[in-house]
Protein backbone atom coordinates (compact mmCIF):
# COMPACT_ATOMS: atom_id res chain seq x y z
CA UNK A 1 0.00 0.00 0.00
CA UNK A 2 3.19 2.30 0.87
CA UNK A 3 4.68 1.71 -2.51
CA UNK A 4 1.11 2.78 -4.55
CA UNK A 5 0.89 5.74 -2.52
CA UNK A 6 4.19 6.61 -3.20
CA UNK A 7 3.57 6.08 -7.40
CA UNK A 8 0.32 8.39 -7.27
CA UNK A 9 1.95 10.99 -5.72
CA UNK A 10 4.95 10.36 -8.12
CA UNK A 11 2.44 10.38 -11.12
CA UNK A 12 0.72 13.45 -10.22
CA UNK A 13 3.16 15.58 -8.89
CA UNK A 14 6.14 17.80 -10.53
CA UNK A 15 8.87 16.41 -10.73
CA UNK A 16 10.77 19.87 -10.51
CA UNK A 17 9.47 21.31 -7.11
CA UNK A 18 6.44 17.91 -6.05
CA UNK A 19 4.14 20.03 -6.40
CA UNK A 20 0.56 18.33 -6.94
CA UNK A 21 0.18 18.85 -10.72
CA UNK A 22 -3.30 20.21 -12.57
CA UNK A 23 -4.54 17.24 -15.03
CA UNK A 24 -3.60 19.95 -17.67
CA UNK A 25 -0.01 19.66 -17.33
CA UNK A 26 0.11 16.14 -17.11
CA UNK A 27 2.01 14.68 -19.81
CA UNK A 28 0.92 11.56 -22.20
CA UNK A 29 3.61 9.32 -20.33
CA UNK A 30 2.64 10.56 -17.01
CA UNK A 31 -1.19 9.81 -17.67
CA UNK A 32 -0.22 6.36 -18.17
CA UNK A 33 1.78 6.30 -15.10
CA UNK A 34 -1.00 7.60 -13.33
CA UNK A 35 -3.42 5.23 -14.09
CA UNK A 36 -1.04 2.17 -13.90
CA UNK A 37 -0.52 3.33 -10.35
CA UNK A 38 -4.23 3.81 -10.01
CA UNK A 39 -4.62 -0.18 -10.09
CA UNK A 40 -5.90 -1.64 -6.80
CA UNK A 41 -5.45 2.06 -5.37
CA UNK A 42 -7.76 1.99 -1.77
CA UNK A 43 -10.55 4.44 -3.19
CA UNK A 44 -9.55 7.26 -0.45
CA UNK A 45 -6.38 7.32 -1.35
CA UNK A 46 -7.47 7.07 -5.45
CA UNK A 47 -10.38 10.42 -4.26
CA UNK A 48 -6.74 11.89 -3.09
CA UNK A 49 -4.55 11.49 -6.53
CA UNK A 50 -7.96 12.96 -8.15
CA UNK A 51 -8.35 15.90 -6.58
CA UNK A 52 -4.50 16.53 -7.12
CA UNK A 53 -4.83 16.32 -10.49
CA UNK A 54 -7.33 18.94 -10.88
CA UNK A 55 -10.21 16.53 -11.32
CA UNK A 56 -12.95 18.91 -9.47
CA UNK A 57 -16.37 19.74 -10.85
CA UNK A 58 -16.73 23.26 -11.52
CA UNK A 59 -20.32 23.66 -10.43
CA UNK A 60 -19.17 23.47 -6.71
CA UNK A 61 -21.17 19.79 -5.87
CA UNK A 62 -18.31 17.75 -7.72
CA UNK A 63 -19.85 14.45 -6.53
CA UNK A 64 -23.58 15.21 -6.40
CA UNK A 65 -23.84 12.35 -9.08
CA UNK A 66 -26.13 9.53 -7.64
CA UNK A 67 -23.62 6.92 -8.68
CA UNK A 68 -19.91 7.30 -9.24
CA UNK A 69 -17.06 4.79 -9.02
CA UNK A 70 -15.76 5.29 -6.03
CA UNK A 71 -19.21 5.93 -4.28
CA UNK A 72 -19.23 7.92 -1.38
CA UNK A 73 -15.60 7.98 -1.11
CA UNK A 74 -15.44 10.49 -4.41
CA UNK A 75 -14.52 14.00 -3.96
CA UNK A 76 -17.42 15.39 -1.84
CA UNK A 77 -16.04 18.97 -1.39
CA UNK A 78 -14.72 22.09 -3.55
CA UNK A 79 -11.43 22.74 -2.77
CA UNK A 80 -8.45 25.23 -4.12
CA UNK A 81 -6.47 24.31 -6.71
CA UNK A 82 -8.93 22.19 -8.72
CA UNK A 83 -10.64 22.44 -12.05
CA UNK A 84 -12.00 26.12 -11.31
CA UNK A 85 -8.10 26.92 -10.94
CA UNK A 86 -6.57 24.62 -13.62
CA UNK A 87 -5.69 26.20 -16.91
CA UNK A 88 -7.29 23.46 -19.81
CA UNK A 89 -6.22 22.43 -22.93
CA UNK A 90 -7.35 19.63 -24.87
CA UNK A 91 -6.49 15.71 -24.89
CA UNK A 92 -4.74 14.36 -27.70
CA UNK A 93 -6.69 11.51 -29.54
CA UNK A 94 -4.13 9.11 -28.10
CA UNK A 95 -4.91 10.28 -24.40
CA UNK A 96 -8.79 10.39 -25.51
CA UNK A 97 -8.62 6.91 -26.45
CA UNK A 98 -6.58 5.90 -22.94
CA UNK A 99 -8.89 7.51 -20.50
CA UNK A 100 -12.35 6.30 -22.55
CA UNK A 101 -10.58 2.68 -22.63
CA UNK A 102 -9.85 2.52 -18.84
CA UNK A 103 -13.60 3.59 -18.59
CA UNK A 104 -14.48 0.07 -19.11
CA UNK A 105 -11.80 -1.54 -16.37
CA UNK A 106 -13.60 -3.35 -13.65
CA UNK A 107 -10.60 -1.54 -11.42
CA UNK A 108 -13.34 1.54 -9.83
CA UNK A 109 -10.03 3.78 -9.08
CA UNK A 110 -9.15 3.97 -12.16
CA UNK A 111 -12.48 4.30 -13.41
CA UNK A 112 -13.23 7.10 -11.71
CA UNK A 113 -10.05 9.12 -12.77
CA UNK A 114 -10.63 7.88 -16.04
CA UNK A 115 -13.54 9.56 -16.29
CA UNK A 116 -12.68 12.89 -14.21
CA UNK A 117 -9.77 13.49 -15.90
CA UNK A 118 -11.67 12.80 -19.90
CA UNK A 119 -13.99 15.35 -19.15
CA UNK A 120 -12.22 18.42 -17.58
CA UNK A 121 -10.50 19.56 -20.75
CA UNK A 122 -12.43 21.69 -23.06
CA UNK A 123 -13.07 23.83 -26.38
CA UNK A 124 -15.76 23.33 -27.94
CA UNK A 125 -14.84 20.74 -30.76
CA UNK A 126 -13.60 18.95 -28.07
CA UNK A 127 -15.64 18.69 -25.79
CA UNK A 128 -18.25 17.71 -28.55
CA UNK A 129 -15.85 15.00 -29.97
CA UNK A 130 -15.25 13.73 -26.56
CA UNK A 131 -19.16 13.29 -25.98
CA UNK A 132 -19.94 11.39 -29.21
CA UNK A 133 -17.22 9.17 -27.80
CA UNK A 134 -19.40 8.85 -24.47
CA UNK A 135 -22.72 8.78 -26.10
CA UNK A 136 -21.41 5.72 -28.42
CA UNK A 137 -20.42 3.68 -24.41
CA UNK A 138 -23.95 4.45 -23.39
CA UNK A 139 -25.20 1.39 -25.63
CA UNK A 140 -22.17 -1.00 -23.82
CA UNK A 141 -23.74 -4.19 -22.85
CA UNK A 142 -21.98 -3.72 -19.40
CA UNK A 143 -23.97 -1.76 -17.43
CA UNK A 144 -21.44 -0.07 -15.08
CA UNK A 145 -19.92 1.45 -18.43
CA UNK A 146 -23.34 2.85 -19.33
CA UNK A 147 -23.50 4.22 -15.59
CA UNK A 148 -20.29 5.62 -15.61
CA UNK A 149 -20.68 7.07 -19.13
CA UNK A 150 -23.88 9.00 -18.21
CA UNK A 151 -21.96 10.14 -15.23
CA UNK A 152 -19.50 11.71 -17.93
CA UNK A 153 -22.05 13.00 -20.23
CA UNK A 154 -23.13 15.02 -17.04
CA UNK A 155 -19.82 16.35 -16.22
CA UNK A 156 -19.10 17.32 -19.77
CA UNK A 157 -22.54 19.16 -19.88
CA UNK A 158 -22.71 18.98 -23.62
CA UNK A 159 -26.03 19.62 -25.37
CA UNK A 160 -25.10 16.84 -27.94
CA UNK A 161 -25.86 14.18 -25.21
CA UNK A 162 -29.46 14.93 -24.76
CA UNK A 163 -31.06 12.49 -26.96
CA UNK A 164 -28.86 9.85 -25.54
CA UNK A 165 -29.06 10.88 -22.13
CA UNK A 166 -33.12 10.57 -22.20
CA UNK A 167 -32.91 7.05 -24.11
CA UNK A 168 -30.82 5.97 -20.97
CA UNK A 169 -33.96 6.97 -18.58
CA UNK A 170 -35.52 3.89 -19.58
CA UNK A 171 -32.31 1.79 -18.95
CA UNK A 172 -33.30 -1.70 -17.13
CA UNK A 173 -30.45 -0.36 -14.37
CA UNK A 174 -31.12 1.80 -11.43
CA UNK A 175 -27.75 3.86 -11.61
CA UNK A 176 -27.86 4.67 -15.63
CA UNK A 177 -31.24 6.01 -15.16
CA UNK A 178 -30.22 7.89 -11.88
CA UNK A 179 -27.03 9.11 -13.63
CA UNK A 180 -28.93 10.38 -16.74
CA UNK A 181 -31.13 12.25 -15.07
CA UNK A 182 -28.90 13.99 -13.01
CA UNK A 183 -26.79 14.66 -16.08
CA UNK A 184 -29.93 16.08 -18.09
CA UNK A 185 -29.64 18.82 -15.41
CA UNK A 186 -26.56 19.84 -15.69
CA UNK A 187 -27.26 20.26 -19.97
CA UNK A 188 -30.24 22.19 -19.26
CA UNK A 189 -31.92 21.12 -22.25
CA UNK A 190 -35.77 21.78 -21.99
CA UNK A 191 -36.44 18.56 -24.62
CA UNK A 192 -35.17 16.35 -22.02
CA UNK A 193 -38.27 17.97 -19.85
CA UNK A 194 -41.28 15.20 -21.23
CA UNK A 195 -38.23 11.87 -20.21
CA UNK A 196 -37.72 13.64 -16.50
CA UNK A 197 -40.97 13.88 -16.06
CA UNK A 198 -41.90 10.57 -16.78
CA UNK A 199 -39.39 9.21 -14.45
CA UNK A 200 -40.31 11.50 -11.55
CA UNK A 201 -42.36 8.76 -10.18
CA UNK A 202 -39.60 6.07 -10.92
CA UNK A 203 -39.24 2.91 -8.37
CA UNK A 204 -35.44 4.27 -7.34
CA UNK A 205 -35.32 7.29 -4.77
CA UNK A 206 -32.32 7.92 -6.33
CA UNK A 207 -33.85 8.45 -9.77
CA UNK A 208 -36.95 10.41 -8.37
CA UNK A 209 -34.44 12.65 -6.92
CA UNK A 210 -32.20 13.07 -10.00
CA UNK A 211 -35.23 13.85 -11.80
CA UNK A 212 -36.92 16.52 -9.74
CA UNK A 213 -33.37 18.58 -9.09
CA UNK A 214 -32.74 18.09 -12.80
CA UNK A 215 -36.41 19.59 -14.04
CA UNK A 216 -35.58 22.59 -10.90
CA UNK A 217 -32.22 23.45 -13.30
CA UNK A 218 -34.22 23.60 -16.40
CA UNK A 219 -37.13 25.65 -14.33
CA UNK A 220 -39.94 24.95 -16.38
CA UNK A 221 -43.74 25.57 -14.79
CA UNK A 222 -44.71 22.36 -16.89
CA UNK A 223 -42.57 20.38 -14.14
CA UNK A 224 -44.71 21.97 -10.99
CA UNK A 225 -47.73 19.61 -10.27
CA UNK A 226 -45.24 16.86 -10.19
CA UNK A 227 -42.85 18.42 -8.01
CA UNK A 228 -45.41 19.84 -5.36
CA UNK A 229 -46.53 16.01 -5.63
CA UNK A 230 -42.78 15.04 -4.59
CA UNK A 231 -42.96 17.39 -2.14
CA UNK A 232 -46.04 16.36 -0.21
CA UNK A 233 -46.32 12.81 -1.04
CA UNK A 234 -42.85 10.81 -1.69
CA UNK A 235 -41.36 8.32 0.85
CA UNK A 236 -38.23 9.22 0.67
CA UNK A 237 -37.09 12.24 2.78
CA UNK A 238 -33.92 13.15 0.19
CA UNK A 239 -36.51 13.28 -2.86
CA UNK A 240 -38.82 15.47 -0.50
CA UNK A 241 -35.95 17.63 0.36
CA UNK A 242 -35.00 18.05 -3.58
CA UNK A 243 -38.56 18.74 -4.40
CA UNK A 244 -38.55 22.03 -1.68
CA UNK A 245 -35.16 22.94 -3.67
CA UNK A 246 -36.67 22.76 -7.17
CA UNK A 247 -40.14 24.61 -6.04
CA UNK A 248 -37.65 27.75 -5.28
CA UNK A 249 -36.29 27.60 -8.63
CA UNK A 250 -39.54 27.04 -10.56
CA UNK A 251 -41.28 29.65 -8.25
CA UNK A 252 -45.37 28.35 -8.34
CA UNK A 253 -46.94 31.48 -6.71
CA UNK A 254 -49.25 31.53 -3.76
CA UNK A 255 -49.51 27.37 -4.11
CA UNK A 256 -46.00 26.68 -3.79
CA UNK A 257 -46.11 29.37 -0.92
CA UNK A 258 -48.28 27.50 0.56
CA UNK A 259 -47.36 23.47 0.34
CA UNK A 260 -43.87 24.90 1.65
CA UNK A 261 -45.10 26.34 4.45
CA UNK A 262 -47.43 23.29 5.37
CA UNK A 263 -44.34 21.23 4.82
CA UNK A 264 -42.04 23.16 6.98
CA UNK A 265 -44.76 23.11 9.58
CA UNK A 266 -45.55 19.11 9.40
CA UNK A 267 -42.93 17.40 7.78
CA UNK A 268 -40.90 14.90 10.54
CA UNK A 269 -37.25 15.42 8.67
CA UNK A 270 -35.68 18.13 9.43
CA UNK A 271 -33.40 18.47 6.39
CA UNK A 272 -37.10 18.68 4.57
CA UNK A 273 -38.06 21.25 6.96
CA UNK A 274 -34.57 23.16 6.92
CA UNK A 275 -35.10 22.95 2.38
CA UNK A 276 -38.76 24.05 2.86
CA UNK A 277 -37.71 27.55 4.67
CA UNK A 278 -34.68 27.76 2.36
CA UNK A 279 -37.04 27.98 -0.45
CA UNK A 280 -39.71 30.17 1.63
CA UNK A 281 -36.45 32.95 1.90
CA UNK A 282 -35.42 32.77 -1.45
CA UNK A 283 -38.87 33.59 -2.85
CA UNK A 284 -39.69 36.12 -0.59
CA UNK A 285 -43.13 34.97 0.18
CA UNK A 286 -44.76 37.11 2.64
CA UNK A 287 -47.30 35.08 2.86
CA UNK A 288 -45.44 32.50 4.80
CA UNK A 289 -44.09 34.96 7.82
CA UNK A 290 -46.19 33.55 10.06
CA UNK A 291 -45.10 29.98 9.45
CA UNK A 292 -41.57 30.91 9.48
CA UNK A 293 -41.66 32.59 12.65
CA UNK A 294 -43.21 29.68 14.53
CA UNK A 295 -40.20 27.82 12.87
CA UNK A 296 -37.43 30.04 14.32
CA UNK A 297 -39.08 29.81 17.28
CA UNK A 298 -40.32 26.67 17.91
CA UNK A 299 -38.03 24.08 15.23
CA UNK A 300 -36.38 21.31 17.43
CA UNK A 301 -33.49 21.35 14.89
CA UNK A 302 -30.88 24.32 15.18
CA UNK A 303 -30.64 23.89 11.31
CA UNK A 304 -34.24 24.33 10.80
CA UNK A 305 -34.37 27.88 12.91
CA UNK A 306 -31.28 29.36 11.40
CA UNK A 307 -32.66 28.59 7.70
CA UNK A 308 -36.28 30.00 9.11
CA UNK A 309 -34.76 32.99 10.72
CA UNK A 310 -32.28 33.47 7.12
CA UNK A 311 -35.29 33.61 5.24
CA UNK A 312 -37.50 36.41 7.35
CA UNK A 313 -34.35 38.37 6.72
CA UNK A 314 -34.64 37.67 3.38
CA UNK A 315 -38.12 38.92 3.19
CA UNK A 316 -37.25 42.21 5.03
CA UNK A 317 -40.64 42.83 6.50
CA UNK A 318 -40.49 44.69 9.66
CA UNK A 319 -42.89 42.70 11.56
CA UNK A 320 -40.34 39.69 12.24
CA UNK A 321 -38.37 42.53 14.11
CA UNK A 322 -39.86 40.76 18.17
CA UNK A 323 -39.54 37.23 16.65
CA UNK A 324 -35.64 38.14 14.95
CA UNK A 325 -35.14 39.79 18.42
CA UNK A 326 -36.25 37.02 20.77
CA UNK A 327 -34.10 34.70 18.79
CA UNK A 328 -31.26 36.83 19.25
CA UNK A 329 -32.08 36.34 22.83
CA UNK A 330 -33.20 33.10 23.49
CA UNK A 331 -31.62 30.89 20.85
CA UNK A 332 -29.16 28.41 22.45
CA UNK A 333 -27.39 27.72 19.30
CA UNK A 334 -24.70 30.57 19.01
CA UNK A 335 -25.13 30.10 14.79
CA UNK A 336 -28.72 30.73 14.91
CA UNK A 337 -28.27 33.90 17.36
CA UNK A 338 -25.65 34.89 14.98
CA UNK A 339 -27.96 35.22 11.88
CA UNK A 340 -30.96 36.29 13.58
CA UNK A 341 -28.48 39.55 14.73
CA UNK A 342 -27.66 39.88 10.47
CA UNK A 343 -31.62 39.51 10.04
CA UNK A 344 -32.54 42.58 12.27
CA UNK A 345 -29.89 44.29 10.00
CA UNK A 346 -32.37 43.39 6.45
CA UNK A 347 -35.10 45.10 7.96
CA UNK A 348 -36.15 48.49 7.64
CA UNK A 349 -35.69 49.38 11.40
CA UNK A 350 -35.36 53.00 12.73
CA UNK A 351 -35.31 51.71 16.87
CA UNK A 352 -32.82 49.15 17.53
CA UNK A 353 -34.15 46.21 19.93
CA UNK A 354 -32.72 45.40 23.09
CA UNK A 355 -30.67 42.19 21.96
CA UNK A 356 -28.34 43.87 19.10
CA UNK A 357 -27.14 46.40 21.82
CA UNK A 358 -26.60 43.50 24.30
CA UNK A 359 -25.03 41.64 22.04
CA UNK A 360 -22.07 44.08 21.36
CA UNK A 361 -20.69 42.48 24.41
CA UNK A 362 -21.25 38.96 23.43
CA UNK A 363 -17.85 36.39 23.67
CA UNK A 364 -18.31 35.32 20.53
CA UNK A 365 -16.96 37.60 17.85
CA UNK A 366 -19.00 36.93 14.64
CA UNK A 367 -21.87 37.64 16.69
CA UNK A 368 -20.72 41.24 18.03
CA UNK A 369 -19.54 41.84 13.91
CA UNK A 370 -23.44 40.94 13.10
CA UNK A 371 -24.82 42.91 15.66
CA UNK A 372 -22.13 45.71 15.28
CA UNK A 373 -23.15 45.73 11.70
CA UNK A 374 -27.08 45.29 12.10
CA UNK A 375 -26.64 48.79 13.94
CA UNK A 376 -25.09 50.20 11.74
CA UNK A 377 -27.89 49.59 9.33
CA UNK A 378 -30.58 50.57 11.93
CA UNK A 379 -28.78 54.46 12.62
CA UNK A 380 -30.68 54.59 16.03
CA UNK A 381 -28.71 57.24 17.84
CA UNK A 382 -29.94 55.74 21.08
CA UNK A 383 -26.96 52.95 20.41
CA UNK A 384 -24.32 55.73 20.22
CA UNK A 385 -22.95 55.47 24.08
CA UNK A 386 -22.83 51.39 24.09
CA UNK A 387 -20.84 51.46 19.95
CA UNK A 388 -18.56 53.59 21.51
CA UNK A 389 -18.10 51.60 24.39
CA UNK A 390 -18.09 48.58 22.16
CA UNK A 391 -15.52 49.79 19.99
CA UNK A 392 -12.78 51.14 23.47
CA UNK A 393 -12.57 47.42 23.72
CA UNK A 394 -13.28 45.35 20.57
CA UNK A 395 -10.11 43.42 19.37
CA UNK A 396 -12.21 41.56 16.13
CA UNK A 397 -10.99 43.97 13.09
CA UNK A 398 -14.30 43.68 11.51
CA UNK A 399 -16.54 44.31 14.49
CA UNK A 400 -14.93 47.36 15.21
CA UNK A 401 -15.32 48.84 11.56
CA UNK A 402 -18.93 48.21 12.19
CA UNK A 403 -19.11 50.18 14.98
CA UNK A 404 -17.54 52.53 13.60
CA UNK A 405 -19.90 52.66 10.48
CA UNK A 406 -22.79 52.59 13.56
CA UNK A 407 -21.33 55.09 15.19
CA UNK A 408 -21.57 57.79 12.55
CA UNK A 409 -24.17 55.96 10.60
CA UNK A 410 -26.25 56.86 13.82
CA UNK A 411 -25.34 60.66 14.06
CA UNK A 412 -22.18 60.57 15.92
CA UNK A 413 -20.48 63.04 13.80
CA UNK A 414 -20.58 65.75 16.44
CA UNK A 415 -17.48 68.12 17.21
CA UNK A 416 -16.49 66.60 20.57
CA UNK A 417 -17.05 62.72 18.75
CA UNK A 418 -15.33 63.28 15.56
CA UNK A 419 -12.20 64.95 18.32
CA UNK A 420 -12.14 62.40 19.86
CA UNK A 421 -11.71 59.79 17.07
CA UNK A 422 -9.00 61.50 15.64
CA UNK A 423 -6.83 61.31 18.58
CA UNK A 424 -7.61 57.34 18.20
CA UNK A 425 -4.35 54.69 18.59
CA UNK A 426 -6.59 53.03 15.91
CA UNK A 427 -5.09 54.17 12.34
CA UNK A 428 -7.89 52.46 11.23
CA UNK A 429 -10.26 55.05 13.64
CA UNK A 430 -8.43 57.76 12.75
CA UNK A 431 -8.77 57.27 8.73
CA UNK A 432 -12.52 57.00 9.55
CA UNK A 433 -12.55 60.24 11.17
CA UNK A 434 -11.50 62.07 8.72
CA UNK A 435 -13.42 60.91 6.06
CA UNK A 436 -16.21 61.77 8.27
CA UNK A 437 -15.05 65.23 8.70
CA UNK A 438 -14.21 65.72 4.44
CA UNK A 439 -17.58 64.46 4.36
CA UNK A 440 -16.86 61.38 2.11
CA UNK A 441 -17.76 57.46 2.46
CA UNK A 442 -18.36 55.96 5.62
CA UNK A 443 -16.27 52.91 5.90
CA UNK A 444 -17.74 49.79 5.45
CA UNK A 445 -17.10 46.41 7.37
CA UNK A 446 -15.29 43.82 4.70
CA UNK A 447 -16.64 41.15 4.73
CA UNK A 448 -19.92 41.93 5.79
CA UNK A 449 -21.71 39.96 7.58
CA UNK A 450 -23.98 37.87 4.60
CA UNK A 451 -24.96 34.07 6.49
CA UNK A 452 -26.64 31.98 3.65
CA UNK A 453 -27.62 29.08 4.99
CA UNK A 454 -27.85 27.21 1.88
CA UNK A 455 -28.67 23.71 1.97
CA UNK A 456 -27.86 21.89 -1.34
CA UNK A 457 -30.39 19.43 -2.51
Known amino acids: ?45 CALAARAVGSLDWWGQPNDAPRTPLGAVSLATHTDGGMDDAPRGRWTASEQTLLLDNMNTPDLCVRELAVR ?30 EVSAFGLGMLAHPSATNALVRLLRDRATGVRANAAWALGRVEDGRALGGLLA ?11 AAIQSVGRIDSSRALPAVIRALEQDTSASVRRVAAWALAQLGGGSTAVTKLASVLANDANA ?46 ANASATTL ?61 ALKAALAKETHKQARRA ?55
Open 271 to 316: AVREMCAWALGELEAEEAIAQLADAAVRDRAPSVRETAVWALGEIE
Open 199 to 209: VVDDESADVRR
Open 403 to 457: QLRGILAAGGRTEAMMAELLQSSDPSVREAAIRGVAGGHMVDPWPWPWPRPRPFP
Open 1 to 45: MVSCNQEIKAASANPRNGVPRTASALSSTELTALLTAARGAPAPL
Open 117 to 146: LLTIRDGRDAASTIATQLVTKTEAQDSSVR
Open 325 to 385: GAVLVNDTSIAVRRTAAWALGQLDLRTAPRGLVAALNDSDERLRLNASWALSEIHDPLTVP
